[in-house]
């Protein structure tokens, strides 16, 4: 059985019998694979952090390309992000980015730069300022969406490819804005100038600084559009069951410092 060396993002795991775990891992080098780590569920784990959700780790695997399961030999933590995390918010926020691309991406597919994408915005939300978790993670699902090829069109109508409405409408079933011919498209919903600005700014600039240029009001209204968006390119994706926790318990403690924005 050939060895392989890769890194990866621990996405989410599964108790395996009385001992062992199985790890679904988004690598760099292979997509999303699953990995069975023998003896994970003892304590103490002779693989630490690393096979924990959130953990940023290198591991050595026995890879089989045509099975659905592959051998774990060895497994080191470069960045264990879930322990430094102690802030709900937080945790809700890097687990949506998890939960997106479980529900985005499917089967081993590599893309070094959805990898890239996905391990600089779990770091910008164990770092970045609480106010800024809502655009980060916005802006996490709108490229990672673009970089699967479903990057919503902005320049030209997304339904016949004439002239933009000036009314900034957006359908969420097209992927993009329309003209004003098409503009009666159910679905279809009115967006503020500062919302389209938010969104452009979204889609183009470092998730990392996307905090810096969203308002809180306007990630409410984008939010809602771009899961409306997802809903309709990716089978999959129902919305992020981690925000909708956050939601909840904003809701009922108002001292939570950084509700989701909706
Ligand atoms: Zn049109």
Avoid at 231 to 253: K, N, P, T, V, Y
Wanted: hydrophobic residues 45%.
């Amino acid at each position: 059985m050939p060895l392989a060396r890769c890194e990866g993002i621990v996405i989410k795991t599964y108790a395996l019998g009385d001992t062992s775990r199985i790890v679904v891992v988004y690598t760099r080098e292979h997509g999303l694979l699953k990995l069975v780590a023998k003896g994970a569920r003892k304590t103490p784990s002779r693989f630490g952090f690393a096979l924990e959700p959130l953990s940023r780790s290198r591991f050595v695997i026995y890879h089989k390309p045509d099975r659905d399961l592959h051998l774990l030999s060895q497994a080191d933590t470069l960045a264990p992000n879930g322990s430094e995390i102690a802030d709900l918010a937080r945790l809700a926020h890097a687990e949506a980015a998890l939960e997106l691309i479980d529900r985005l991406v499917w089967g081993e597919e590599p893309h070094a730069e959805l990898f890239d994408l996905l391990a600089t915005t779990v770091e910008s939300v164990t770092r970045a300022p609480l106010a800024s978790l809502g655009a980060i993670t916005i802006a996490f699902e709108l490229q990672a969406a673009s970089l699967l090829g479903y990057r919503p069109r902005l320049d030209a109508c997304a339904a016949c490819g004439g002239g933009l409405s000036l009314r900034r409408v957006f359908s969420p079933a097209h992927g993009g804005l329309l003209c004003d011919r098409c503009a009666g498209e159910p679905g279809a919903v009115l967006l503020s100038a500062d919302a389209l600005a938010g969104l452009t700014l979204l889609l183009s600039r470092p998730v990392s600084q996307a905090g810096e240029f969203l308002e809180v009001q306007q990630a409410g209204e984008i939010l809602k559009v771009v899961e409306a968006f997802l809903r309709h390119r990716f089978e999959r994706f129902q919305g992020l069951r981690s925000l909708e926790l956050l939601r909840a318990l904003a809701s009922d403690e108002p001292k939570v410092s950084n509700p989701c924005p909706a």
